[in-house]
């Protein structure tokens, strides 16, 4: 469904992605796992199109879309729950899923508001509350159930464990792992454990380069690796 190859990304003139390369497959969760720093959140980013690559191509559902603009990608069937959540705080959470719509994808169940409501039962009793109202955890169920208002194939979600509670992490995962069913999800996490024990495969990135990719439990009985890029 995704196939990243060899991308190089600049900040100015720091050299921040070095040929980075990954692949996705439909109906796989895959998760880039890194410190802080290791070029995750850019990876995320050039594949969405917020910073293409200056060399390399992404390439969703056998064509090629690096170098497009955001709304094209999404609009072709890419949602992006970015790091910062960025729910419009003046708009109510349908409000907020309202502005997200998109027609559905041919051969995928439409996500109305019932089916958002369903999978998320946590905003059904905050439809009508304001975005800059909700706490943390509602923020980001919010942030993640806009995107997939615009009916995505696939899902990108950026550090979406970060600064949740255990419990609202928990519910999260549980979520993300009844999305496999229907669609593909990417995401960074800095959180390894969570990552590891929901993704199927995994790659892992350090300065700007990928370092492993291997399936979650090779990941986790590789203690070198582990140590190595993701210990902290």
């Known amino acids: ?6 991308i190089h990304v600049y900040y100015g003139d720091s050299y921040i992605l070095q040929g980075v390369s990954l692949e996705i497959q439909e109906g796989e969760i895959v998760a880039l796992l890194g410190r802080n ?7 995320m980013r050039s594949i969405i199109g917020y910073n293409p690559p200056a060399r390399g ?11 497009r603009p955001v709304y094209e990608n999404v609009t072709r069937g890419i949602g992006y ?10 708009l109510t959470v ?5 502005v997200a719509i998109l027609k559905p994808r041919s ?30 955890g509602e923020q980001q169920m919010l942030a993640v159930a806009r995107a997939l208002a615009g009916n995505p194939r696939l899902i990108i979600l950026d550090e979406p464990c970060e600064g949740l509670a255990p419990v609202i992490v928990e519910t999260l995962g ?21 990552a590891l024990a929901i993704a199927d495969r995994a790659y892992v990135i ?4 990928v370092h492993y990719s291997g399936s979650s439990q090779e990941l986790k009985e590789n203690e070198e690796i582990k140590n190595r890029y993701l210990a902290v």
């Open 57 to 67: 191509t992404v390439t969703f559902c056998d064509e090629i879309i690096s170098g």
């Open 37 to 43: 720093g290791a070029g995750k959140t850019t990876t």
């Open 94 to 98: 349908a409000e907020n899923l309202e």
């Open 206 to 209: 350090d300065k700007g380069r």
């Open 107 to 136: 051969g995928l169940e439409p996500w109305s508001f019932e089916r958002i409501f369903s999978t998320f039962p946590l905003l059904t009793k905050l439809r009508h509350r304001q975005g800059g109202e909700l706490s943390g």
């Open 1 to 6: 469904m995704l196939k990243v190859d060899d």
């Open 174 to 194: 549980e979520i993300i792992v009844e999305l496999k069913k229907t669609i593909t999800v990417l995401m960074t996490e800095q959180n390894s454990h969570f």
């Open 81 to 90: 729950v970015p790091e910062e959540r960025r729910i419009f705080p003046d």
